[in-house]
């Protein structure tokens, strides 16, 4: 298990002694939506039919989650309200959880963008950290504001949260914790409607991150 230093707001127990407090951050790729083959983004494209239904299935039950954190785009919010209404959970839209930003390449077609700038194309998934999307969004960028949230939430007081989001973001997530550059981030499989569970132990001066589950259709419960 990994080790860093961080600045953890921990407060002292009883005994006036700082204790070691653990994060469950249960990641929710949303489910398909209408429009396949571009790069999605930033573009707001809904839900399909099925996107819809797999989204309910996913949330077919709750694990223990405090509250529902969400990216402002339709394809996440809509089925994150939903479970929040239902187990009666706190609910917020977060900037950070949005997907990337492809910059000139957002909704349109893969195929179109290719055929135009093969070479920039095939450069940028090889080695995104180098080669951006025109007017796109810097890997440094997408990780500043992940990360950045991710580490509002290990100082703030909930243990157990679940997140609606894409895939962009779940990958940052799961890089930092495995320490993968942004070359190896495509290797990494998210589908539909699948979860990503990451834990996290701090306590007042260090992190401990663990990936406990990636890629899962139902997650198991709280204590696993």
Known sequence: MLKRVLQIKIPPDEMGQKSMRTLTLDLLRHGETERKGIYQGITDVPLSVVGQQQMAAALARSVGWQKVLHSPLQRCTQAAIQVAERCELP?????????????????????????????????????????????????????????????????AADDHLLLV??????????????????????RIRLDHAHFTRLRFYCDQTQIWPELVTCNVAQLPSQTV
Do not use: M
């Open 165 to 186: 989001t894409h895939g962009g973001v779940i990958r940052t997530l799961i890089a930092d914790c495995l320490q993968l550059a942004p070359s190896l981030w495509s």
């Open 91 to 155: 609910c917020a839209e977060v900037d950070w959880l949005q997907e990337y930003n492809f910059g000139e390449w957002d909704g349109r077609t893969l195929s179109e963008v290719y055929s135009e700038q093969p070479e920039r194309v095939e450069a940028f998934w090889n080695d995104p950290a180098n080669n951006t999307p025109p007017s796109g969004e810097s890997i440094t960028a997408l990780q500043k504001r992940v990360l950045s949230g991710r580490d509002a939430l290990l100082n």
